[in-house]
Every structure is written in structure tokens, then in C-alpha cells.
């Protein structure tokens, strides 16, 4: 396991770059109209989990560098009068026990009143009771494990939230999964699926999604294996696999095993699509993978470089200077932090103009959950269960070395 690292991010209102908010977070807001003097008598840290080093690093610096650029927006804008912003971002590797000992860390910290994070649904399972102990908000632009906010018996319609502190911008399993089933079945017209999963709870339950929508549809399944996310030699997967019919592969998991798991089907001479979710939808995959022409991934939302909303945010990264792309979650992460920056904004003009006096994180969970505005990827509001409302996805498929959007919409369940 690599090492825990802990980057502290201090903003500072920004003079020249005067960025602007994005979507209707950019226009004047009675006393928040641009050009008022930002004295900052109070500093509210966002904290940041995520794998800041590793083999999911790419995603995780997206994510970080999204928020911070939330952050010098809202401090830019003196979006909220009276309080200056910072980012305190900590490595969790991808791993539980250091996310864990990271949640630990930001309880601990006072001026703490919110947290974007993490990437990895097994992560938020080690994450949310410390966080709800202490009423702090935590917003996930990534997560997508259904148990985290309906809790473990939500498969049978027995729903119950279970932490009132968590929230997420990025859509559930419940939905992506059988939305890949309806596509690969109905429209790439892939009738028998060898199943495979890395067996974290991100991989295994969107495997879990996808195979009852497939078989519900009526294609079958030419076998199901499960793997180790380490795992990097498929030889004796590849070989069944092969021998088994399949015309696709399904996989739950992430890019670094994915990525390896295709090319060694392709070098094999099994030219069938791999298809996975969210957590293979990076550029990274298609690095490992040169052969991955015509595989297939979904990510939640629509294509954030296709929506109008998002123009301001991708110019303004581009001119941020982050040497990381932002990614697949970059788009979420940001409107994750300007969640958490609205409902501080939305707490002080409750409270004469300052933060409640002692423990202010309440109010501002509280005040996460009454959020709405237009976000960089939409509508950025929540259910009763903490989750987006924003329900829609995309298929991209690799094309030209590039993951190009195959299909938008909504899933039909």
C-alpha cells in the first residue's frame, strides 16, 4: 500500500483571475454582487478524500482539483460575505483503511463544515458513521454503491437511509446497471454475457444490477467469475472466456484491471466489447488498453463537454493551469463543493450575516439537503435519501483512441 499523503490547499481571494461562478451561480446575488471587498473574518475548510496517489490517482486528482477550483471561484466572487474558503485535500489511495483514518482527520478539524468524497463506494462505507457523529455533510461525486444512502435491504424495497449526513451527485447502481443491460441487449444486440466483477462493493454490486436487468431481458449468461482488483494476469479468465460463447464481456470494477483484463481477451483473439461502468470511463483505460476499440463504459450524467452549463467550468480549468484532467468526476465535484459552499452561504443570511455560534456543521447539513440551483451538470439537488435527483447516464464506446458518447438518457425501469 502506498503511503498516506495530506495536501492542504490554502485559497486566497483571487484579484486578477476574477472567476466567475458557473451556471446561474455566476449572476449577482443581492448582497454577493462581484466587486465587494472579501475581509474574510471566518475560514471555512472543504475537506477532500480521495486516491491522490496510485493506480486510481487520475481520478482522484480530478476530483481535487475540481473542488479546488470551486473554491477559488466562491472566494473570487466573495460569494459568501464574510468567509473565505479552503480546501483541505487527504490521499486515501483508494483503500478503507486510510480512508477511514482521513474521515478521522476531518471530524478532528473544527473549521471543517463539509467534505467532497471519496471516489470509492467501499471507502464511504468506512467513512460515513465517523462523518454522521459529527453532523458534517459529506457529498460524493462519485460514489454509486445503492446501500450507502437506501440502506442494505433497499434490492427487496425495503429503503431506509441510513446516514443523514451523506449525499452524492453521481447517480446509484440501481440505475446505471440495468441501464448498461438495456443497451448492450436491446441495442448492441448482445445476448449471452460472461459476467465478470472485482469483488469491492463498487464492482460486485454493479455486476449484481447489471445481471438482473440482462436476464430479466432475456439474454443469458455464459459464466461469471470474480477477480482480485490487483489482479493484472487474466490468462485463465481469458480462457474461459473464450471457450464459453460469450459475445461480450460485462465487468464490475475499475480501469486499472479492466484495461488489462480487454487486451489480453483482444491479444487472445476474443474480439467481443468489454463493457463496465463509471469506474473504467477514464483515459487511463484506454492507455492500458490500445486494443479497445469498440469496448464500452457508462458514467453517470451526460457528457459534461457537451452541456452548456458546463462551458464556464471547462474554460476556467484550463486556465486553473491543472496539469491533471479533471475527469470523469470533475464536472460532479465541483457542483459536490458548490453544494457545500451554498448551504454555508444559505446558513449565514439565515443567521444575521455570520455562522452560528459553536458547532455550525448541523446547520449546514441540514442545509445541503434544502439545496437547488443549476449546477455545472444540471440540476444539482437531493431526494430524501441523499441522492442526486439527476437520474440521467451515458454509454461511450472507444473510438479512435478517445471514449466517444455512444448514448444519453434515462434509465427505463
Known sequence: MRHRSAVVVSIAVIGALSLSACGSRGGKSGDNAGGKDNSATTTVVIGVDAPLTGDLSALGLGIRNSVDLAVK?????????GVKFEVKALDDTGKPAPGQQNATQLVADSKVLGVVGPLNSSVAQSMQQI?????????SPANTGVALSQGEKWAS????RPFKSYFRTATTDAVQGPFAAQFLYNE?????VFLIDDQKTYGAGLASTFKGEFTKLGGTLAGE????????????????????????????????AAGPLSLQLKDAGVNIPLMGGDGIQSSEYIKLNPKGQGDFATAVG???ASLDTAKKFIDDYAKGGYKDAYETYGGYSYDSAWAIIEAVKNVVQANNGTLPSGDARPAVRDAV???SFDGVTGKVSFDQYGDTTNKQLTVYTVKDGKWAVEKSGTFNG
Open 369 to 371: 439537503q434544502k439545496v
Open 225 to 256: 467469475e470474480h477477480v482480485n482488483p490487483d489482479d493484472r494476469d487474466f490468462s485463465a479468465i481469458v480462457t474461459k472466456v473464450k471457450a464459453s460463447g460469450a459475445d461480450a464481456v460485462y465487468y464490475g470494477g475499475e480501469y486499472p
Open 302 to 304: 451526460l457528457p459534461v
Open 188 to 192: 448492441a444486440k448482445k445476448t449471452k
Open 73 to 81: 471561484t466562491a472566494n473570487a466572487t466573495n460569494e459568501v460575505p
Open 157 to 160: 424495497g425495503n429503503k431506509k
Open 131 to 139: 462523518f454522521d457523529d459529527k453532523n458534517l455533510a459529506e457529498i
